[in-house]
């Protein structure tokens, strides 16, 4: 079996976030979609272990932040790198509570969906939560983030938790542009993020053609926020 044929699906980039009582928590999540138009209902796979699946369990609703294009690196380590288990998320967002009681991302937020679970699925490690659509807006006119976008031009990892996670993605789908020089990449201890000179850091200001070691002191890793001694080179 050829598992890259998995890397060939192609997803969205989501906050799904939900409540418990009066805590709030999300998550990045790429396995959101629409399952049925009458009516309108989506699904998405949450990991067992995050503390949005618990929150979901609980409250009985979630919803969709679906990011724009350029949303940055840190938005996604924040939510994706990152659990309401060691801080809260929602705290340094800027957001408005849905009909559902919900938080919904203001910034960078292509659009949102608000869900009530109708059905749960387990399926594992990860559980399905199928919910009716009961409210949803457009937000902004920037394009989507897709998972594509992520990983090719943002440099973007998978944690373990994704639903999408396969061993082996380092040898995932080829870069958009061949490299033209032989400066090293580094990738960071904590989140698997690759420092690659060839792209640079954008959201941090960081041009491409950077060598690594020439970042500034305390620039740190866009994805987790660790900093550059937490960084190894790639042989
Ligand atoms: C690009 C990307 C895609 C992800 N997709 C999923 C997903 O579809 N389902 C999931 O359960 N976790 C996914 N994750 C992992 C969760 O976002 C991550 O485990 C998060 O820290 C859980 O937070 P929580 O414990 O606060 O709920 C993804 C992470 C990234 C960076």
């Known amino acids: 079996m050829n598992n890259k044929a998995l890397h060939r699906i192609s997803y969205g980039l989501y ?38 699946h618990e929150f979901i369990q609980d409250s009985g609703v979630f919803a969709v932040s679906i990011l724009s294009k350029d949303a940055p690196m840190t938005l996604i380590g924040h939510f994706g790198f990152k659990s309401g288990r060691d801080l809260d998320k929602f705290r340094s967002q800027n957001y408005k509570i849905g009909v559902t009681g919900v938080p919904i991302i203001l910034d960078f937020c292509a659009g949102y969906i ?8 387990d399926i594992g490690t990860h559980t399905i939560f199928v919910g009716n659509v009961v409210d949803a807006d457009v937000m902004s006119e920037v394009g989507p983030m897709t998972y594509a976008y992520y ?8 944690p373990k938790a994704a639903a999408t996670y396969v061993a082996e993605e380092k040898s995932s789908a080829p870069a958009l542009k061949p490299p033209v020089k032989a400066l090293a990449k580094y990738e960071c201890q904590v989140c698997g993020y690759i420092y690659d000179p060839e792209i640079g850091d954008p959201d941090g200001g960081i041009e491409p053609g950077t060598a690594f070691e020439d970042l500034p002191d305390d620039w740190s890793c866009p994805v987790c926020g660790a900093s550059k001694e937490d960084f190894k080179k790639v042989e």
């Open 114 to 121: 608000e869900a009530e679970v109708i059905k749960s699925l």
């Open 151 to 158: 990983h090719q031009i943002k440099g973007g990892k998978t």
């Open 15 to 52: 906050i799904v976030s939900s409540k418990k009582g009066d805590k709030f928590n999300g998550q990045i999540a790429n396995t959101v979609f629409q399952a049925t138009s009458e009516p309108p209902r989506v699904a998405v796979s949450i990991n067992k272990g995050n503390l949005t």
